[in-house]
């Protein structure tokens, strides 16, 4: 199925209503719900599965007015299971950026917080990315099953989220990698803290340190992603994953809550990298910085090249 943006089709009022898509509703609160500026969102209703993709209209990171909309995103998630307009048991994220599934955090927006010195804002920041993370995790406290659809390379904070997801999806080929120590940092919106958890703290470490970038085939041999897909047949796999374990689902947000209990991880937890992180932030030096705005001019290049 082909995704418009933003999404809009006939309404079907030949079908019951929890089976019409978001946009299908004559309820204007929840055409509200799922309206968006860098986030596509539709509801198959055969899956039960809510697709939503990524469309930043400048870099492919995440810059606060999308980390806004993910709050909402998920609100809205949650309002529409208790309303029953919907019966959504799957979300899917992914990105429409070719080649890219996110580039992490708003380097940009990093070195201009820490040439003004204000670790408010980068806490701030930090903390706003954990907590839609630590909800992620939770599958919103609501019997879902979150599903990472990687298309493209995740880098930094992208492959920190997709750590928060039950199942992530990756195509072949695709990269994943924590830089942030290349240029005097660490990855502070959890991936020591999921990472450590997945593998243990010294192979966190060691990932984390190196610095390198890891291939979907690498990280399925480390079980962080959980299923391959051929190139371009992304979507594709996450939809045959779907139709093969719905049947389980019942079972399987029983056991993700189960693992939940065993390895609880608190959002204080979280929040309290982001304090470490921030102060590491404010310590980089000139040249540290000066490595941070080559990477950002690399990303704009990188996107006037697709725009083009």
Not at 35 to 55: G, I, K
Request: aromatic share 8%; charged share 25%; hydrophobic share 40%.
């Amino acid at each position: 199925m082909t995704l418009e943006y933003p999404p809009v089709i006939p309404a079907d009022r030949s079908r019951p209503r929890h089976q019409r898509s978001v946009t299908d509703a004559p309820d204007p609160t929840l055409r509200a719900r799922f309206t968006f500026t860098e986030l596509e969102v539709r509801f198959d209703p055969e899956l039960d599965t809510l697709w939503t993709y990524m469309r930043q209209r400048v870099r492919p990171s995440f810059n606060p007015g999308l980390l806004t909309e993910f709050s909402q995103w998920q609100d809205d998630i949650v309002a529409a299971r208790r309303t029953g307009d919907m019966p959504i048991r799957y979300v899917v994220l992914g990105s429409r950026f070719p080649g890219v599934f996110s580039l992490g955090g708003d380097l940009d927006l990093f070195a201009a917080h820490i040439r003004n010195g204000n670790r408010a804002a980068l806490v701030g920041y930090g903390r706003a990315c954990v907590r839609i993370l630590h909800r992620n995790m939770l599958s919103l406290d609501q019997p879902i099953i979150t599903i990472g659809l990687v298309e493209g390379d995740a880098l930094g904070g992208g492959f920190e989220a997709l750590l928060s997801f039950n199942v992530v999806i990756a195509e072949r080929g695709t990269s994943f990698g924590l830089p942030e120590t290349n240029f005097g940092l660490f990855p502070g919106m959890g991936a020591h803290c999921f990472l450590s958890r997945r593998l243990g703290s010294a192979r966190a470490e060691q990932m984390i340190l190196s610095g390198r970038s890891y291939s979907a085939e690498e990280l399925y041999d480390l079980g962080i992603v959980h299923a391959l897909a051929e190139p371009g047949e992304g979507r594709v796999e996450v939809e045959r994953y779907i139709r093969h374990n719905r049947r389980r689902h019942s079972g399987h947000c029983a056991i993700y809550e189960a693992s939940r209990s065993v390895n609880p991880l608190p959002l204080g937890e979280l929040e309290a990298v982001v304090d470490l992180w921030a102060d590491a932030a404010l310590r980089l030096s000139a040249g540290d910085l000066k490595l941070m705005r080559r990477l950002v001019g690399a990303q704009t290049r990188l996107l006037g090249k697709v725009q083009s």
